[in-house]
T-cell receptor, first 111, second 111 residues
Framework: ETGVTQSPTHLIKTRGQQVTLRCSSQ?????VSWYQQALGQGPQFIFQ???????GRGNFPPRFSGLQFPNYSSELNVNALELDDSALYLCASSIDEETQYFGPGTRLLVL | AQRVTQPEKLLSVFKGAPVELKCNYSYSGSPELFWYVQYSRQRLQLLLR??SRESIKGFTADLNKGETSFHLKKPFAQEEDSAMYYC?????????????FGSGTRLSIRP
């Protein structure tokens, strides 16, 4: 058991809406990364937070934003949802440069 | 451009037969290479990383810089090896950094 949890497990939204996905890292993990996994594809890096500061970003527009909190939880926010945002969203936590541990993911469907 | 290519979407072999999952990469620099695995109804987890040079569950992978490959091999497949396998790379010695995943290969072991 890695201890990384995500909520909710499933979510349905409509185009144009906003969504917040949550991740709870293992205690002591100061780094969290978020990934988007479309059907049939590998995970794609969205961004990473290290000690509550953004520490790298992939090729995603600004409407994808995040927060990391001192209690090892984090959020992924997506504004102005588009149909192509339908995917599995994964968070992964680690201590500094060590192995990333993945959560079970949140499956988002945009109608 | 940084890229990981897994040419096979599906690989089906008989129990006891050798397995080779192919992975090629494109990266300017010295990447760290990984194999991740996702068993049915489980979360994505690290299987092995090239700097460890270890065998996990009978799997090994050798980094071939000349051919830019990191193929995953196992001499005798077992039914419990059936899973989705992702090859991935990140900046050298920085597993907490951006990870680039391939699109994955589904391995199916036939009894």
């Amino acid at each position: 058991e890695t201890g990384v949890t995500q909520s909710p497990t499933h979510l349905i939204k409509t185009r144009g809406q906003q969504v917040t996905l949550r991740c709870s890292s293992q205690s002591g993990h100061n780094t969290v990364s978020w990934y988007q996994q479309a059907l049939g594809q590998g995970p794609q890096f969205i961004f990473q937070y290290y000690r509550e500061e953004e520490n790298g970003r992939g090729n995603f527009p600004p409407r994808f934003s995040g927060l990391q909190f001192p209690n090892y939880s984090s959020e992924l926010n997506v504004n102005a949802l588009e149909l192509d945002d339908s995917a599995l969203y994964l968070c992964a936590s680690s201590i500094d440069e060590e192995t990333q541990y993945f959560g079970p993911g949140t499956r988002l469907l945009v109608l | 451009a940084q890229r990981v290519t897994q040419p096979e979407k599906l690989l089906s072999v008989f129990k006891g037969a050798p397995v080779e999952l192919k992975c090629n990469y494109s990266y300017s620099g010295s990447p760290e290479l990984f194999w991740y695995v996702q068993y049915s109804r489980q979360r994505l987890q690290l299987l092995l990383r090239h700097i460890s040079r270890e065998s996990i569950k009978g799997f090994t992978a050798d980094l071939n810089k000349g051919e830019t490959s990191f193929h995953l091999k196992k001499p005798f497949a077992q039914e419990e090896d059936s899973a989705m396998y992702y090859c991935a790379l990140s900046r050298s010695y920085s597993s907490a950094s951006k990870i680039i995943f391939g699109s994955g290969t589904r391995l199916s072991i036939r009894p």
